[in-house]
């Protein structure tokens, strides 16, 4: 068994705050996937960092605190609510695949401006290359 991480080595592990950890347990989110020692502090396991990377994630879908408690308190239930946390993940990743789709559209479009203000800047420099029109 590897050796149970504090509060800061997840975070650091992570690239979030302490804070962000300590807030999640305070909203119910870690469940009971962190244990604490003999001195109270709080230990977590490959289970609680693998968690705690998918609260992480659900967050940067831009799903609010809400649905990820939502989302969490499901999860504790067990298979009862598999069908209901699938249709949660397949919402939020319709509306991911939706804002890649816009950042696509956006990225050719500042692409296109990119290239012809090189162009345009090019044409500047070199007047004698302009075509004469």
């Given at each position: 068994m590897t050796?149970?991480?504090t509060v800061g080595q997840v975070a650091d592990r992570l690239g979030i705050s302490a804070h962000t950890l300590r807030y999640y347990e305070s909203e119910g989110l870690l469940g009971d996937v962190v244990a604490r020692n003999s001195q109270g502090h709080r230990r977590?396991?490959?289970q609680a960092v693998l968690w705690v990377r998918l609260l992480q994630c659900l967050?940067?879908?831009g799903m609010?605190?809400?649905e990820v408690k939502r989302f969490a308190d499901m999860a504790q239930q067990g298979l009862a609510t598999l069908a209901q946390r699938l249709?949660?993940?397949r919402q939020y990743q319709a509306l991911l695949d939706a804002d890649i789709e816009r950042l696509q559209q956006a990225r050719a479009m500042l692409s296109d401006k990119e290239i012809r203000y090189e162009q345009l800047l090019?044409?500047?420099q070199n007047p004698s290359n302009a075509p004469q029109h």
């Open positions: 050796e149970a991480l977590y396991s490959e967050r940067d879908t609010p605190i809400a249709a949660l993940i090019l044409e500047q």
